[in-house]
């Protein structure tokens, strides 16, 4: 999402998701196991998974001072947290 603030510059709106790690490896037995089907890509059955105040924790936006601009402020909704660049 693009923005216009006073100065008239453009602020750029970056929306990320985070991604947990949920490779978790097969442990090591003698005993036979069943490996008809190999494990599923949990990655993309598990964005939003996780919820805390109504917002998903992996939510980040990224706000940045134009097209390949620096980062002017950083937000965690689920956290309720804005961190703003003051020069």
């Not at 490896?25 to 805390?52: D, F, I, K, N, R």
């Not at 992996?58 to 937000?75: H, L, N, T």
Request: charged share 25%; glycine share 12%.
């Amino acid at each position: 999402m693009d923005m216009e603030i006073g100065t008239g510059k453009v602020l750029l709106e970056e929306d990320w998701r985070l991604q947990y790690d949920s490779d978790f490896g097969w442990p090591e037995s003698e005993l036979p196991v069943w490996t008809e089907s190999e494990p599923q890509c949990v990655g993309w059955q598990t964005p939003g998974w996780l919820v805390y105040a109504g917002e998903s924790l992996d939510r980040f936006i990224f706000v940045r001072g134009g097209y390949g601009g620096p980062v002017v402020e950083a937000r965690v909704p689920s956290l309720r947290l804005n961190l703003t660049v003051h020069e």
